[in-house]
């Protein structure tokens, strides 16, 4: 087995490793600092894959493709992939250093505080999710359209920076027409459970628009304080989203207008054509409703407020909150047995029931 790095390494003979940031199932996240000629420092993240993973082709092959995905999009709501490194038997990923919160620390704070985050503030999220997520959707190579679908959106996976921004991260799961390295076995799926949407759970390949089902997914729980499809078990959960049982948004959140509202269970609708015709139009439709508010601040500033007084009241150092979901892959079986990994790994990869996703 390779080597753990420790603080003060450097890697690549450029990135001097500091401090681990975040601790995740595939990967742990380091801040570095690049070192450049004449005293150059800029801060970095370094994803460092797990020495154990990293003599496993298969997962090093994986991690491979998530940074080429990566390094392919460009967009201000993603963050930006910039170097790969493969030292003294360990691999790398070098990542713009995001300072704020994820969406889910950020919602739990909210609500943890008695009251849950202004519908303004999730509708100014969910459009810089749907932006990043365009760049993907939209994505063209040599050959034409190559669309890449994210396929792990969650709370989790959305930062909230300290400047107001929205940074959608993690491509570790993404799927994309040109992707050297999709393993994904019959009957199983790939992302964490309670954000698929019907037609993955059914059997359906990702798409786009599976993505939007997802965002519309994580603005419902950032506004009402829960998940919108949560089980006691995973199947359970999974009968949820088979069946597409969503709670009406409304009676839980009176404050939030209407028409938002009906945006979000729009995104949420059982059948991928039902949704919007791309992620772009969905975050051109939220941003119509916001234009509509009266408000006294910029909403880029009062985002930027709210992380800075929760990442102060949290303590949270160099986190951006609970990064355990980071790039995980596991298989979930009932007769699987735990292992050293098995439980931070677990959730992420699903083997449904045998019928898949067929209605009694």
Not at 221 to 237: I, P, Q, S
Not at 253 to 276: G, M
Request: proline share 7%; glycine share 10%.
């Amino acid at each position: 087995m390779s080597e753990a790095p420790k603080p003060g390494d450097l890697i690549g003979g450029r990135y001097r490793l500091i401090e681990v940031a975040g601790r995740g199932g595939m990967a742990d996240v380091w801040r570095a600092e690049v070192e450049g000629d004449r005293g150059f420092r800029k801060v970095v993240a370094v994803k460092q894959m797990h020495p154990g993973l990293a003599e496993q082709p298969a997962y090093v092959a994986m991690f491979v493709e998530e940074a080429r995905l990566g390094a392919a999009l460009e967009s201000p709501n993603l963050a930006e992939v910039r170097d790969f490194i493969a030292d003294r038997g360990n691999y790398y990923m070098v990542l713009e250093w995001v300072e704020g919160v994820d969406l889910g620390t950020w919602t739990r704070w909210h609500f943890e505080r008695g009251e849950g985050p202004r519908w303004e503030l999730v509708a100014a999220i969910g459009v810089g999710v749907l932006r990043g997520l365009a760049a993907g959707h939209e994505r063209v190579d040599a050959n034409g359209p190559a669309p890449v679908v994210h396929r792990d959106v969650s709370p989790h996976n959305i930062l909230c920076t300290t400047r107001g921004m929205v940074k959608v991260i993690d491509y570790g799961l993404a799927l994309a027409a040109d992707r050297r390295v999709e393993a994904t076995e019959p009957g199983v799926v790939k992302g964490k459970m309670s954000y698929l949407s019907p037609e993955i759970v059914g059997g359906g390949r990702p798409i786009p628009p599976s993505d939007q089902f997802a965002v519309g997914s994580v603005m419902w729980e950032a506004l009402v304080g829960r998940k919108l499809f949560d089980g006691a078990n995973d199947y359970e959960t999974y009968v949820r989203l088979r069946e597409c049982q969503v709670q009406p948004l409304k009676p839980l959140r009176p404050d939030v207008p209407a028409e938002f509202a009906a945006l979000i269970t729009r995104a949420l609708s059982a059948k991928p054509d039902q949704r919007y015709p791309s992620a772009r139009e969905f975050a051109r439709q939220i941003g119509t409703v916001l234009k509509k508010v009266q408000l006294r601040k910029d909403l880029h500033s009062m985002l930027a407020k709210t992380v800075n007084d929760a990442r102060a009241s949290l303590g949270m150092g160099v986190r951006t909150g609970d990064l355990s979901a980071l790039t995980p892959i596991a298989e979930l079986r009932p007769e699987d047995q735990p292992t050293a990994f098995g439980d931070r790994l677990r959730g992420l990869r699903h083997k449904l029931p045998g019928l898949f996703g067929r209605k009694k």
